[in-house]
């Protein structure tokens, strides 16, 4: 029962139900050695119980966590939030409230370059994709880019944008498969 992956090189972050876990769902780090993933460990109880990581994206040096955790009030359901990594220990996370909504904002996804945001709000009772741009030293405010079923989005080098399309029928998701939306020459 392994998910939401997360590959800076030469780590591999994955959520996992396993064994050895603080909560139900755990973030868990491997390491490639080759074609081989060895040495699987728990991230800690820092990111997994403390700091109530879901599904997670690192910036380029792996110094800044941004993530996915419930609204402390209960009252949003799920928001973004970030961390530094300060002397080897994780800092306290801080809401991007800037970001955050009233609706779910999950599912983060930082361009290669750390300049872009990428998330997954819902919009008119849907999952669809935003972007937020890093700029004058904060992220401004997102916009819409992809909507009606479309989420947990990732970028690459280029720009294009790989997300999943969820269809739904009579109200029952009956499918999800994985899109590309290619980036437009400037």
């Known amino acids: 029962l392994d998910g939401c992956p997360f590959f800076l090189d030469p780590t591999l972050w994955f959520c996992s139900i ?27 109880k820092r990111l997994n119980q403390e700091l109530q990581v879901g599904e997670l994206h690192l910036s380029p040096n792996g110094e800044t966590m941004i993530f996915h955790r419930m609204d402390p009030s209960g009252t949003n359901g799920l928001d973004l939030w970030i961390s530094h990594l300060e002397n080897g220990e994780w800092q306290e996370a801080q809401p991007l409230d800037n970001l955050n909504s009233s609706e779910d904002d999950s599912r983060p996804a930082l361009s290669p ?3 872009e945001l990428w998330f997954t709000r819902t919009y008119q ?17 997102p916009e819409l880019i992809i909507s009606q079923f479309a989420g947990e989005p990732s970028v690459d080098e280029e720009g294009n944008i790989y997300f999943t399309h969820h269809f739904f029928e009579e109200g029952r998701m009956i499918e999800a498969d994985l899109y590309l939306a290619k980036k437009k020459g400037d």
């Open 18 to 44: 396993r064994s050895g876990n603080f909560r139900d769902i755990d973030f868990w780090t491997t390491d490639r050695d080759g074609e081989v993933w060895v040495d699987p460990e728990n991230a800690g």
């Open 113 to 115: 370059d750390g300049t």
């Open 125 to 141: 009772g849907t999952p669809a994709i935003y972007r937020s741009i890093w700029r004058d030293g904060a992220w401004q405010l």
